[in-house]
């Protein structure tokens, strides 16, 4: 890691600048894959897993023999932990339900949102160096909360066919409808134009490497919609000299193990708490069986040390990180100044990982920056708020010379002339 103390502002950029890859190669390919996806179907995509996954499928959908048999290879704790999850998960995401409130603008003009779900979404969750499990629960949850019709969801098997059974498991505790065998930027592709076995759907969430990012960007431009633009995972803490070194380590270890892409950033007023925070992440790095990778990810991140916590929060909020840790004993204060981040964990027991499995939250989350102007997967997610007026006589009386004067002055006749001629009946009545 790169120590990095009492910066210039005009250095912060280069401190919150993400590793950056040359994707012009692989923007191509994803490109190449998902016309195939959308000319030849299902044979596309089982043509793509057998030259990525390695397996040769004779039929994309996960049957309910399998999910049966998933579910007696996952052991009761887990089974166990699952449900208290979606418990959490279902309580937190409840308390988001909408209530549209009507509202008269003026005499006779009644205005008022609805909150409609999205009827098919699809959900993507990686099965590769980690089977996200996780990931099923935190996008099935909420959209089966919010109503949505259709829930398709799209992971990777193992060169047996099979798909990792904690995965099944968890879409059948969260109730996921129909369940494939496809991953990568074919199972976006399929998601997004439909197959002969992938129904299409209007939505689909959920993260992935840079090849899924890049197909999800690609088929969002005219296809369908997507939850974020989305990067590799990433933390910043904001830890003081009171802090439990060996925690703030494991923290910023538990997103550098999630690949050689992701980065963590340490912002401190303390130099002691650099010093014992990287004794501890090598002490800990030793441990870890994704070691190499950890490592890896560790050479793109930062310790950074500044002057005081309002300049340690100014740093974090331009970082706008995925992942915020306070780490500090008045995390509450801290806490009041955070303007650009994805989800905020507070005080020394709040580590990131609750919040990945099982405090409530949602996990997915905008990455790369982009939390300046993106928040993370949510009820609001699954749905649209469709607008309604209602206008009575009297709201044509109300509102009606305003709507021809201002069509009039854009110069769209049409426009006004259709107010214009309701204007016209009323006013040949009486008033009420």
Not at 202 to 221: C, H, T, W
Not at 398 to 413: D, F, H, P, T
Not at 416 to 423: G, I, V
């Amino acid at each position: 890691m790169n120590t990095i103390r009492f910066p210039q502002k005009s250095e912060w950029a280069a401190i919150v600048e993400r590793p950056r890859l040359d994707v012009s190669q692989l923007e191509a390919t994803v490109c190449s894959v998902l016309d195939d996806v959308r000319q030849h179907g299902d044979a596309a995509v089982k043509r793509y897993e057998e030259m990525f996954d390695h397996v040769s499928l004779d039929a994309l959908a996960v049957t309910e023999a399998e999910i049966d048999e998933a579910m007696t290879l996952v052991d009761d704790e887990l089974k166990a932990a699952l449900e208290l999850a979606h418990h959490n998960i279902a309580q937190f995401h409840e308390a988001q339900a909408f209530a549209g409130k009507k509202i008269e603008t003026v005499a006779g003009v009644d205005c008022w949102q609805k909150s409609i779900a999205i009827e098919k979404v699809g959900l993507y969750v990686p099965g590769g160096t980690a089977p996200l499990f996780s990931t099923v629960l935190m996008l099935a949850t909420p959209a089966r909360i919010a109503g949505c019709r259709e829930i398709v969801l799209c992971t990777p098997p193992d060169r047996q066919g099979k798909v990792n059974p904690a995965i099944l498991a968890a879409a059948r505790v969260a109730g996921v409808s129909r369940i494939f065998k496809a991953g990568g930027v074919q199972a976006i592709g399929a998601m997004a134009y439909g197959t002969e076995s992938v129904p299409k759907v209007y939505k689909i969430f959920g993260p992935g490497n840079q090849y899924v990012m890049a197909a999800k960007q690609q088929v969002s431009l005219h296809d369908v919609a997507i939850d974020m633009p989305a990067g590799p995972s990433e933390v910043c803490i904001v830890a003081d000299a009171h802090c439990n070194a060996a925690f703030v380590a494991a923290d910023l270890l538990s997103q550098a193990e999630h690949g050689i892409d992701s980065q963590v950033l340490l912002i401190t007023t303390a130099e002691e708490t650099i010093e014992r925070v990287k004794t501890e992440i090598d002490r800990q790095l030793g441990r870890l069986p994704r070691k190499e990778m950890a490592e890896r990810a560790l050479a793109n991140s930062k310790l950074v040390l500044v002057h005081d916590e309002d300049e340690a929060m100014a740093l974090s909020n331009a970082y706008a990180p995925e992942h915020l840790i306070l780490a500090t004993d008045n995390y509450e204060e801290l806490a009041a100044k955070v303007v650009n981040a994805g989800s905020v964990f507070m005080g020394k027991w709040a580590c990131e990982s609750a919040g990945d499995y099982a405090s409530g939250t949602n996990h997915t989350l905008p990455t790369h920056g982009h939390a300046l102007a993106y928040n993370g997967v949510n009820l609001d997610s699954y749905n649209r708020k469709v607008t309604f007026q209602y206008l009575s006589e009297q709201g044509v009386r109300s509102i009606g010379r305003a709507v021809v004067c201002m069509a009039e002055n854009e110069q769209l006749e049409a426009h006004a002339n259709a107010m214009r001629l309701r204007l016209q009946r009323v006013e040949q009545q009486p008033e009420a």
